[in-house]
């Protein structure tokens, strides 16, 4: 009877020192596999020219290498590239390079489809499927960095947990994906290069402030008033934007970090200057910074783009209150490449 074969990145270092020892083999055979699979990349146990051919065999009995494949590549008219990437099972999920003048920011997903409902959100038109593995995290960062490195000649600088997914409800994965991701076992990336994006899991807000983790968070608002943050964000009925202001002021408190929040403003849904100071209101807590990001229609029409104007409106009434702003421009559209375009269209 055949086993099924097991992924040799579910193991820690330590598990895998020890398959060598069990078998009569130095644990140190356990790190120069270690360091092939995580820093160096490896595809195959074939690649690992420094362990012999019998290892390597034994290798190929007990494991399998479930590597990633960039199925196929999109370049934008404005260089962003879109990636998409193929599963060992053979499900399908999408990342993004976004490049500016001086920096590369990879843009991963963290879960094939969503469990949430975001009505503006094409990712969540699809079922969610999965959690990613954190080797497959991993592994999108790497198809990036290394595209960076050929198009732009220079290394990934940022990443954004901005693709498909809602990384706090794949939390452990995350986690242990940006762990290999800051390690100098593996890319050795600073963690104040990487943001999380979420929509806002109080609980896991909270949890990820005890473990006092060292990157970035973002949260998806786009209102500040509950009623309509629930028609648009259909779980912000379970949690509150109370819950989460609470959570909020709970990870500032432990982590001195400044809050991002992702917004866009709707014609007729949060274009007034009554959601505006609820903004003000909700996040002058802490140092934060408003990104009002660009809306990407993605359906027929049910949501449209504020204007120009109310947008001036809430920059105003951000700036006035002392409340860092940016107003970002999509990247990527003609490839629905750009927020909210996720979903496998390809
Ligand atoms: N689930 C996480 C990660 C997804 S990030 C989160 O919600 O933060 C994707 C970002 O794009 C989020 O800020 C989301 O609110 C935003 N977004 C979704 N659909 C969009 C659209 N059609 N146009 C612009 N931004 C969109």
């Known amino acids: 009877m055949e086993t099924k074969k097991k992924d040799i990145r579910a193991l820690t270092k330590e598990q895998l020192r020890n398959f060598f020892v069990e078998r009569g083999d130095k644990a140190f ?45 999109q370049r934008s008219s404005d260089g962003t590239i879109k990636n998409a990437v193929r599963l060992h099972d053979g499900l399908i999920v ?24 975001c009505r503006f959100c094409a990712t969540a038109r699809m079922k969610r499927m999965r959690n990613l593995n954190p080797d497959e995290i991993y592994d999108q960062v790497v198809a990036i960095d290394n595209e960076s490195r050929l198009y732009f000649d220079r290394p990934l600088s940022n990443i954004v947990f901005m693709g498909m997914g809602e990384p ?9 994906a940006i762990d290999m991701i800051t390690s100098p076992e593996g890319l050795g990336m600073s963690p104040k290069r990487i943001t999380v994006s979420t929509s806002g899991v109080p609980k896991m807000i909270k949890k ?27 779980f912000n009925a379970t949690f509150s934007l109370a819950d989460l202001r609470e959570a909020l002021e709970y990870w500032y408190s432990k982590t001195k970090s400044r809050i991002t929040y992702e917004y866009v403003v709707w014609e007729g849904i949060n274009d007034t200057q009554e959601a505006a100071d609820a ?17 990407n229609p993605i359906d027929d029409g049910e949501f449209q783009q504020a204007s120009s104007t109310a947008v001036d409106m809430y920059q105003r009434t951000l700036e006035k209150n002392g409340i860092t702003v940016t107003v970002r421009r999509s990247r990527g559209k003609d490839i629905d490449a750009a927020c909210g375009q996720l979903a496998n269209k390809t």
């Not at 976004?98 to 969503?114: D, H, L, M």
């Not at 903004?279 to 809306?295: D, G, H, M, Q, T």
């Open 29 to 73: 055979r356990g790190n120069q596999v270690y360091e092939w699979l995580w820093q160096k990349s490896a595809h195959t146990f074939d690649a690992m020219t420094n362990v012999s051919k019998e290892t390597r065999q034994m290798l190929e009995e007990h494991f399998v290498i479930n590597h990633i494949r960039v199925d196929q590549m």
């Open 94 to 117: 999408e990342s993004v390079l976004i490049p500016t003048e001086t920096r590369t920011t990879a843009c991963v997903s963290s879960q094939v489809g969503c469990s949430l409902d």
């Open 168 to 176: 706090l409800m794949n939390y452990n994965n995350v986690l242990k």
């Open 208 to 234: 990820m402030a005890d473990e006092e983790v060292k990157f970035g968070l973002a949260v998806s608002l786009h209102s500040a008033i509950d009623e309509v943050r629930t028609s648009i964000m259909p």
């Open 279 to 295: 903004l003000v209101k909700f996040c002058r807590f802490a140092p934060s910074k408003v990104n009002l990001i660009e809306y």
